[in-house]
């Protein structure tokens, strides 16, 4: 099995079969995302993910370790949609390798019209949520939980490290598929 159809697969394990496939036709450099509107996935979220990142990224040191993304939020939107493939173009064009506590922080003021967030920060999860996949040839791809946050907290990522942010977290916890949540009471001035 090919390493896309391995990773769709694998989609269709966790997330749910049949997600929609949304190419940018404004924007046709842009490779497109796969949507699995809540209530259709297998998870309470609205989720958006990449298909063959994992292929088009490659890590300098180890080309046998990939990596896919996904966003959850509690309802889906255009521009999130949007935003979200941006990101994801953004990360292919500069060919930027993506782990856990990274942050992608576009030139633009805000990632999501309307709302506070600077920067999308990968996460891994540790639970059962999406496990890494190991393909055929040996090779494995883990997938990063692509999570926006606002200027504050990508601050304390980059001043203190990620563990700092979950101090921050366990202190107020927020739910982060939520893009109407307010800044953790620890971060306001």
Known sequence: MGSVKAVDAHYEIYFGGEPEYWKFNDHPEMVGVLEWPKGASLKPFHLYATLGLHGLVHGPLNHNHGFELYTCVAAGTDDVRLSFGLMTNYVIAE??????????TPAEERILEGRNFRSWLMLERVDEF??????????????????????????TVKEHGLDALFEVWDQDPPRLSDLNRELPRPLRA
Do not use: K, S, Y
């Open 95 to 104: 060919q930027i390798v993506l782990e856990a506590g990274h942050m992608v």
């Open 130 to 155: 999406i496990p890494p996949l190991r393909l055929d040839n040996g090779h494995h791809v883990v997938f990063l939980d692509a999570t926006p946050v606002f200027p504050e907290e990508a601050r």
